[in-house]
């Protein structure tokens, strides 16, 4: 079956920092693959995307590039801050069937002090 | 995206009962989910909501536990029925717009059994 493998947090950077969570999928067929972010005491919410092969998903200075040969989406920020403090699960979503349900990984923690 | 409601925010049960949590969405989605994230560990999807019809369950969870309903295309509801406090967890409601798209979560709900 599908399955994400994230690197283990937590993460813990100064402000400024580079930021690189690893992440490598495990996939059937062709899956579209996401980063989510979640801040404390919230939700999870989109960071960004990617639905095919060399496609670069950015926002917020944040970025990652789907690399089918290294079945790889590395989550990379050049320069981090405090507000970039949350947890980050990478997803992908497998193309086959009828339901686009979402396979998770286990989460990074990422500290940024000051 | 979307805008997903969900109610309650939180709650502090006692064991043996149950609870009905609400998701409400700003327009009309062809897919809904429902995920349980349990203290500190990753997302795991409990059902996807099928309007009109039966949830899907996933391996681990049954509709005796974790009952669904989907009357229409923008809410659905989840009960977790006869709680003891190994559901005490923080459970989600997201939406999807077809295969390979990313999903949009509630804020949650954050659980919590006596």
């Known amino acids: 079956g599908d399955s994400v493998t994230q690197m283990e947090g937590p993460v813990t950077l100064s402000e400024e920092a580079f930021l690189t969570i690893n992440c490598t999928y495990t996939a059937t067929g062709y899956p579209s693959l996401f980063w989510y972010v979640q801040y404390p005491g919230e939700g999870l919410q989109l960071l960004l995307k990617?639905?095919?092969?060399?496609d670069k998903g950015s926002n917020k200075g944040f970025e990652a590039t789907y690399r089918k040969e290294t079945t790889s989406f590395h989550l990379e920020k050049g320069s981090v801050q405090v507000s970039d403090s949350a947890v980050y699960f990478c997803a992908l979503s497998d193309r086959t069937g009828t339901a686009s349900k979402l396979t998770f990984g286990t989460g990074t923690r990422l500290q940024v002090t000051l | 995206s979307a805008v997903i409601s969900q109610k309650p925010s939180r709650d502090i049960c006692q064991r043996g009962t149950s609870l009905t949590i609400q998701c409400q969405v700003d327009s009309q989605v062809t897919m809904m989910f429902w995920y349980r994230q349990q203290p500190g560990q990753s997302l795991t999807l409990i059902a996807t909501?099928?309007?009109?019809?039966?949830?899907?369950?996933e391996s681990g969870f049954v509709i005796d536990k974790f009952p669904i309903s989907r009357p229409n295309l923008t809410f659905s509801t989840l009960t977790v029925s006869n709680m003891s406090p190994e559901d005490s967890s923080i459970y989600l409601c997201?939406?999807?717009?077809?295969?390979?798209?990313?999903?949009?979560f509630g804020d949650g709900t954050r659980l919590s059994i006596l």
């Open positions: 909501a099928n309007q009109g019809s039966e949830a899907t369950y």
């Open positions: 990617a639905t095919k092969a060399d």
């Open positions: 997201s939406v999807g717009r077809g295969e390979g798209q990313p999903q949009h």
